[in-house]
């Protein structure tokens, strides 16, 4: 069923506007996926914090016109589904590995992805998934604030500590000599 003028132009605005707001994107053949197998993958998505959509590749390159996915227009060949991280960089990736790992999915086959404006191939796919999370990426910064802290009170508590092992130690030598 083909769309009219006002649809078509519905989709790229929805499309622009999860661009603009999203961290990566990754494109995706989903040839010879089932239906059942492809819902299964919008449901993990959605779980996910990504925008799963498949767009005609006009329209999605109409849509990420002007964004920092305008990169990937190039890529945009075949029957793609589109997966835009919203939340965090590494969602889309994550969703899309955990699904080719399942059994029969590996018709599934990523086309190319895009992060920060430049243009990925498919091979980085693990090393976008691999990104630390919002949350991870915050507790890694406060853990690296925070060792010059505790190695600064360690250094200050072990001065008394010190010293009382070597008054213990001038303690015990003088028992030694006064039991000799």
């Known amino acids: 069923m083909s769309l009219n003028l006002a649809e078509k132009q519905a989709v790229v605005a929805e499309v622009a506007e999860v661009a603009a707001r999203s961290h990566s994107l990754i494109a ?3 040839r010879g996926i089932t239906v059942a197998r492809l819902t299964n993958l919008r449901v993990k998505a959605r779980e996910n914090g990504v925008y799963l959509r498949v767009v005609k590749n ?3 390159r109409r849509a990420v016109q002007g964004t920092d996915f305008e990169c990937i227009s190039p890529s945009l060949v075949g029957p793609l589904v589109l ?3 919203e939340e965090d960089p590494g969602a889309a990736a ?4 955990e699904f080719l ?3 029969d999915n590996d018709k599934l086959i990523v086309k190319a992805l895009a992060f920060g404006g430049q243009l990925l191939g498919p091979q980085d796919l693990d090393a ?3 990104m630390p999370t919002r949350d ?6 406060m853990a690296v604030m925070k060792a010059p802290l505790d190695k600064f009170a360690r250094t200050l508590n072990e001065i008394p500590g010190k010293l009382v092992r070597t008054v213990e130690a001038i303690r015990v030598q003088k ?6």
Do not use: C, D, G
């Open 28 to 30: 995706a053949e989903y």
């Open 58 to 60: 006009t329209l999605a």
């Open 83 to 85: 997966a835009f991280s």
């Open 94 to 97: 994550r969703v899309f590995k």
């Open 101 to 103: 790992k399942e059994k």
């Open 128 to 130: 976008l998934a691999s």
């Open 136 to 141: 991870q990426a915050i507790s890694l910064l």
């Open 175 to 180: 028992a030694e000599s006064e039991a000799a």
